[in-house]
């Protein structure tokens, strides 16, 4: 039987509606691949960093990946990219992997800064609280709004499902998702100053993607704008 090469996953979808991988599902597919000898790539691009509580969000289940891609936090908004990879897959000649803008210098001085503040200021512990004070708002918020489903993510990285409550349920019970509301929500949120990305099925999906140091009265002041914004939001429909 020929084997794939890799398996790669996030261990959070992010554009797939902020999803994060069960942590069992994760070890036992860590045990597969290490059985077959097939390279497990972790995608952690939107995740690496701190931004799921730890610094990399596949450290919730426990495992050590083969390759881990990452790019976005660690370069601190400059353009830097990073393949982390175990000495068995380091098949390269020195200078083989050489470019026009490969190494750029300021990008790595920047990101042996980020990674230094983040490991001097405890931002995984910062992160992991901000989020469980966000995720308590948005727990709060639900008893008004019967528009916001199911709460998910970790750390920083959260997302809550728009759905419609009138609408017919699927064969699990769950109301369908709200594709036309999450555009009005987003709307009135930038109106007050709150931008949020959409994304998941339908593109029914807000997601919160906070500066890992947003304070807690920040937290407090995004959640009251959320709130605003759904009541508008719905009032218009
Ligand atoms: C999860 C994920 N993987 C990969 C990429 C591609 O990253 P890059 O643009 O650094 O190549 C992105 C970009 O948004 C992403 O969100």
């Given amino acids: 039987m020929q084997l794939p090469a890799a398996v790669i996953v996030e261990v959070v979808q992010g554009e797939g509606g902020v999803i994060p991988a069960d942590l069992d599902r994760l070890r036992g597919l860590r045990r597969i691949t290490e059985q077959a000898g097939v390279a497990l ?14 610094m990399f969000a ?55 800064a980020v990674m230094r503040y983040l490991v001097e200021n405890d931002v995984c512990a910062h992160a992991a609280a ?19 489903g199911d709460i998910r993510g970790r750390g920083l990285m959260l997302g809550v499902e728009l759905v419609d409550p009138s609408g017919a349920p699927d064969v699990q019970g769950h109301p369908p998702a709200f594709g036309c509301l999450a555009p009005l929500v987003q709307r009135e949120c930038l109106k007050r100053g709150l931008i949020l990305e959409l994304g998941g099925r339908h593109g029914a999906v807000v997601r919160f993607l906070p500066p890992l140091v947003i304070t807690a009265a920040e937290i407090d002041q995004v959640a009251e704008i959320f709130s605003r914004a759904l009541a508008a939001a719905t009032a218009s429909l």
Wanted: proline share 5%; net charge negative.
């Fill in 130 to 148: 901000m989020g469980e004070r966000l995720s308590e708002h948005l727990k709060i918020l639900q008893r008004d709004f019967p528009q916001l």
């Fill in 41 to 54: 790539i972790v995608d952690e691009i939107q995740s690496g960093f701190a931004r799921t509580g730890k």
């Fill in 58 to 112: 596949f450290e919730h289940a426990g495992i050590i990946p083969d390759v881990v891609v990452l790019s976005k936090a660690i370069g601190g908004s400059l353009p830097l990219a990073v393949v982390v990879y175990r000495d068995w897959l380091d098949t390269w000649l020195p200078g083989a992997h050489a470019g026009t803008f490969r190494g750029n210098q300021m990008a790595m001085a920047a990101g042996s």
